[in-house]
T-cell receptor
Framework: NAGVMQNPRHLVRRRGQEARLRCSPM?????VYWYRQLPEEGLKFMVY????????ESGMPKERFSAEFPKEGPSILRIQQVVRGDSAAYFC??????????????FGQGTRLTVV | GDSVTQMEGPVTLSEEAFLTINCTYT??????LFWYVQYPGEGLQLLLK?????DKGSNKGFEATYRKETTSFHLEKGSVQVSDSAVYFC????????????FGKGTTLSVSS
């Protein structure tokens, strides 16, 4: 059973370009969380999605960032017009049911975005 | 809001030394508490968890006890190995369905032989 798959592992974008990060959850998991890890910081929650629905996007910047989790295919985190401050590691986690309580989240290896 | 505070790293130990990584939290109610480990170039893996006060989580020789009175969840291991070198994250989540994990900043552990 493959784990959570994220791609690409490394992504370099020039300022002003778009970045698309993909996350395929574990088989049977319909709940996806995106986190961002800035240098010297812990992971910060961005957005929680179920299939075709955004449940909680309270951690996502209001502009330039968007996320989706379509009925078919991976979850996508999209960053438009990237700036240097977007450089970070972006992690996706999935779970078979809604998080909270003792529910374990399974993490992908992350996408390391570098904006030059 | 809820938060997690971990001791600053890096922590440098010799093989077979005793390990403690301190973690305290601020939260309403009775959150669940976790330790995740991140090996170089990898994603986070759940190391252990505790879901109520006085519970002890344990795995691979690591253990941590949920202390409500001191709002702490310190990670301990009696004898570390070189292979334990990694970044360790303390985290919490509230018990409502759908709530995300709140992480500490992480503590880097380096074990030498």
């Amino acid at each position: 059973n493959a784990g959570v798959m994220q791609n690409p592992r490394h992504l370099v974008r020039r300022r002003g370009q778009e970045a698309r990060l993909r996350c395929s959850p574990m088989k049977g998991h319909s709940h996806v969380y995106w986190y961002r890890q800035l240098p010297e910081e812990g992971l910060k929650f961005m957005v929680y999605l179920q299939k075709e629905n955004i449940i909680d996007e309270s951690g996502m910047p209001k502009e330039r960032f968007s996320a989706e989790f379509p009925k078919e295919g991976p979850s996508i985190l999209r960053i438009q017009q990237v700036v240097r401050g977007d450089s970070a590691a972006y992690f996706c986690a999935s779970s078979p049911r809604a998080g909270g309580g003792g529910t374990e989240a399974f993490f992908g290896q992350g996408t390391r975005l570098t904006v030059v | 809001g809820d938060s997690v505070t971990q001791m600053e790293g890096p922590v440098t130990l010799s093989e077979e030394a005793f390990l403690t990584i301190n973690c305290t939290y601020t939260a309403t109610g009775y959150p669940s508490l976790f330790w995740y480990v991140q090996y170089p170039g990898e994603g986070l893996q759940l190391l252990l968890k505790a879901t109520k006060a006085d519970d002890k989580g344990s795995n691979k020789g690591f253990e941590a006890t949920y202390r409500k009175e001191t709002t702490s969840f310190h990670l301990e291991k009696g004898s570390v190995q070189v292979s334990d070198s990694a970044v360790y994250f303390c985290a919490l989540t509230q018990n409502q369905a759908g709530t995300a994990l709140i992480f500490g900043k992480g503590t880097t552990l380096s074990v030498s032989s």
